[in-house]
């Protein structure tokens, strides 16, 4: 063991080997955990490594409501804890079980001197962001299991230690909590702690099956390995048709299915006659091959725990917080479908992707990275997806329960951002609220901030951001004490930051503070999954109606270019659906004209008016040409007003009496550079 010294600077070094700037968080390594971890508590909880801890409890009252909350999950922790603990407490290790907040919420420990920590005692918080580096703390972060090795640690009081995490999942994959096997032994081998972590893995896949058996207790269940300790698990009906897969499973056909659509387990494997009458066969020990050529797996099939349930139907949604007993049940549930929607669904990561290559990759990176305080930038053409993908990425991080706030930075006045992203005290102005205004950055405490269109933000405020990021604290207008937040920031932009670098439109020192981890998303025209996107706005924009794009109208939206993206594509198909008689969606009802790819090269700020860029509109007819020269007008206006303003775009917006957030569409849509 370390002593205080070389433990914080080891720390140190560590961490500041992992500079955002570097290109570790790209490919972040599993040696990099714990620095990546370190990281995290100087740069994002703000805490010193030499400084002396004391673990934070819960009272009496507050644990027991906490155990109340998580009892279907102790209730199916416990039998495997204690014949794990007969395992391992002849060597000392106790085992604790923690919820999805990082609460010890029970334990199993024999309580000798010797071995036992009282720091490690039932109510005690060991969320990374309470704790530091640790083995519950750090495991909820990274949603895989963590061993955290005496001075691996980030406080030196808790050096002593050693711990072996592994998550929990629900059986519809949700993170509920972790499993963790410790110990109070200076001396302890790395090499131990590496067999122990072993244990806690193959502990929680056991936990883990429990509950997912359970909720699935009236269908057919699929297990299969994965890795050394654990199991993918798949629960159908009688009819075949998929409802529940573990997270396990889920993460393993991540790229080859789309939970939200597939539906048939014949979608996923290939057909094997073997399964034909599932009520008959009962268990057996078979090998189902992948689709389209994938490998082969070893698959144990066993029967419902519940007789006469075959056709289980979509199943029972397992929380951590409802015992078994208290969940409803059907006596014939339908067979699974998906129902008509009463309001838009939030898009998941896997939504995001698709079946894109260069998606799929964004959505892994992202994941390795979500849980901590890096932030997070999106860039894109207009109307790719920006939003959405971020409120994604703030459902599946551990900051979902907290709130999502976006802030447009161009569709806010000047005089106005200010105010409304930091906030004011009462009377801190005329006109002002009374009570006043907390601002985008407090009302985000805690969960996630969404900046979109940054790079209109004024240099004023740039600076005002910058200083809440590096310090963690805002300072509201007319305050007089700062208010500090935890938040994490995602911000977006359709602009070349880098060239607004240069102009001196945007800080450099911003750009490196919000560039923790890049994220490109591609143009739709670049995405190879362009029908399957197609597709499925279809179905969503009609929820039980069967409607079918004719070959030519495939053609014509496969053809077009789609400068507008996503967002023009669903205008599109919103309104052919809207409009389309029968069940044949046609040509005629698609309000496009098939053009070629329109060039991507901006046109020179000098051209003359009669070298009018391709994004001006094509004349067709009367009302064509008009169009024409109205756009021929309104972009030799926009370019003299530049000319005469030096550049300066707020100067141009300002004598055209237009907003820069306009202006900048319009410099987009006819390719003016500035």
Known sequence: MLDLRSHVSRIVASANQLSPASGDFHAPRAADSMAASWRRCMEGYRFDPGARFRIEAVSDAELKRQCQANDELIHYARPEIDAMFGAVSLSGFSISLGNAEGYIITER???????????????????????????????????????????DHFFYDFSALSCASAPLFSPDAELIGAINISIRNPELQRETLKVVLGLSTSLADRIGERMFRQAFRRCFILKFAIGAVDHGLIAVDGDF???????????????????????????????????????????????LHLQKGGDAISVSLSGPLEAGAQNAGAGHRFTAAAPAAEAPTRARPAPPALPPRAAPRVLTLDDCAGSDPRMATNVRFIRRVLGGSLPILLLGETGVGKDAFARAIHEESPRRTAPFVAFNCASVPDTLIDSELFGYGSGAFTGARREGSPGRLVEADGGTLFLDEIGDMPISQ???????????????????????IDVQVVAATNQDLEAQIGRGQFRQDLYYRLAGAVIDIPALRERTDRRHLIETLVADLVP?????????????????????????????????????????????????????????????????????????PEAEGEAGSARLAIASAEREAIVATLARCGGNVKAAAGALQLSRATLYRKLQRYRIAH
């Open 241 to 287: 048709q998929l409802v529940g897969l573990n997270h396990a499973a889920r993460e393993m056909l991540r790229d080859r299915i789309q939970l939200a659509r597939v539906r048939s387990l014949w979608a996923v494997f290939e057909r094997d006659h073997r399964l034909a009458d599932l009520a008959r066969l009962g268990s057996a020990e078979l090998t």
């Open 109 to 151: 420990a024999n309580y000798n001197p010797e071995f036992y920590s009282e720091v490690e005692r039932a109510g005690t918080a060991w969320a990374e962001p309470s704790a530091g580096t640790n083995a519950i703390g750090t495991c909820l972060v990274e949603r895989q299991p963590v061993g955290v090795h005496t001075n």
């Open 544 to 616: 039980g109606r069967r409607l079918t794009l004719t070959p030519e109208a495939l053609a014509l939206l496969m053809a077009h270019d789609w400068p507008g993206n996503v967002r023009e594509l669903r205008h599109v198909l919103n309104r052919a659906v809207h409009i389309c008689e029968g069940d044949l969606l046609g040509v005629g009802d698609i309000a496009i004209r098939p053009v070629g790819r329109v060039p991507a090269a901006p046109a020179p700020l000098a051209a003359r008016p009669e070298e009018l860029p391709a994004a001006l």
């Open 462 to 484: 740039q600076t005002r951001l910058l200083h809440v990021l590096e310090s963690g604290e805002v300072m509201p207008l007319g305050a007089t004490k700062p208010r500090r």
